[in-house]
Structure formats: structure tokens, C-alpha cells
């Protein structure tokens, strides 16, 4: 499993109810950095972090083939987004 940290939406709490759900401590708060890491060889997939954040800045993955898929259509997106918002600026 691997598991995707939005670092843009996640508010980087050291008290993160996603962090202290883990079990086996896969996500964690680093303080040094102050933001949440994710160490794939200790988790299990059970998904309970991706339930606990209410911000919905994480995403499990079965594979990283499947998170980069997901990346690709995100950025995919974003840039289809931007593109219209910019031809919609440009009418005013
Ligand atoms: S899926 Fe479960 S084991 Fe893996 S990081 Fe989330 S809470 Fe921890």
C-alpha cells in the first residue's frame, strides 16, 4: 500500500487525528519538518487514517502505478482548470 499526503490541503496539526489513529505507526508527525510522513513498509492498509482526516488530504493506494495514475489525472485536472479559467479572464 502506499498512501498520498496532500502537503497543500493537510493542516500539518502534531496532534493529527490521522497520525494518532495509526496503529502501527506508518503516518506520523514529524516535528523537525512539522509535517505528517508516511512509511510504506509499516503499513497495513486498513485505511483508518484516510477515514479520520477530515480535510481529505490523504489517499491510499493498493500500488504506486495506481497513485501515479491518480497524480497524472490530478495534474491532468488542474491544468484543464486553469486553462478554461484563463481563457474565461481574458473575455472580461
Ligand atoms: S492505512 Fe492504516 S496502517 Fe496505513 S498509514 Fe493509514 S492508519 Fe496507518
Known amino acids: 500500500m502506499t498512501l498520498h499526503i496532500d502537503h497543500d490541503i493537510c493542516l500539518k496539526e502534531p496532534n493529527c487525528p ?4 495509526c496503529s502501527t505507526q506508518a ?6 519538518d512539522e ?9 497495513n492498509g486498513c485505511g ?3 477515514q ?3 480535510y481529505r488530504a490523504l489517499s ?6 495506481d497513485l501515479k495514475a491518480y497524480l497524472k489525472k490530478i495534474n491532468e485536472v488542474r491544468n484543464d ?4 479559467l484563463e481563457a474565461l479572464l481574458r473575455l472580461k
Open 18 to 21: 490521522a497520525a494518532l489513529s
Open 52 to 54: 479520520k482526516c477530515a
Open 27 to 32: 503516518l506520523f508527525y514529524d516535528p523537525s
Open 81 to 84: 482548470f486553469q486553462t478554461k
Open 60 to 65: 491510499l493506494f493498493e500500488t504506486t502505478a
Open 35 to 43: 509535517k505528517l510522513f508516511f512509511n510504506a513498509d509499516r503499513c
Open 48 to 50: 483508518l487514517c484516510v
